[in-house]
């Protein structure tokens, strides 16, 4: 008999979340897609921000139901479970589906962030995911947050563990700075 696979979203949070994490505002509100287990909601509510979760696993929002509120919800074939809701961060990782890219961005409030990491094409060479439908392809998650203002942005490979990935951290201007440029600190500085 084989052993079942482990639960996804248990792993430690994303390096990429963890490096830009900063660009939260104090207590600001996080959505957390596709959160499997909740791991970015963990890391999120111990650092004081109330975290929603969905996911379309009722195992995993159980899991991730420590964290915060969660909602089960296929989004692939249901309606959003979020219209008109906006939060100060949404976190994307590992999860690419096209019609709903619209409403993940549009669920950013202004001067919020958009921390979103998943697989992309080159990706079938190293593993999975290999379908073209869960791959970006190059600059498409750049061209899906108009609006937004990059701060950063990777499109690459990474060897350990291998994959292709697309990476961004993006803010929804606040429309607040009173003529002053905005002043998004880059990691580490």
Known sequence: MKDAAPMHGLSAPSEWIVRWSHLLAPGATVLDVACGAGRHMQWFAGRGHPATGVDRSPEAVAAAGAFGRTVAADIESGPWPFPGQAFGAVIVTNYLWRP????IVAAVAPG??????TFAAGNETVGKPSRPDFLLQPGELLAACTGL?????EDG???EPARFVQRIAAIRPAGTDAGQPPRHLLAGN
């Open 149 to 153: 203002r990059v701060v950063a942005y």
């Open 157 to 159: 490979f990474i060897s």
């Open 100 to 103: 709903r890219m619209a409403d």
């Open 112 to 117: 919020g962030v958009l921390l979103y990491e």
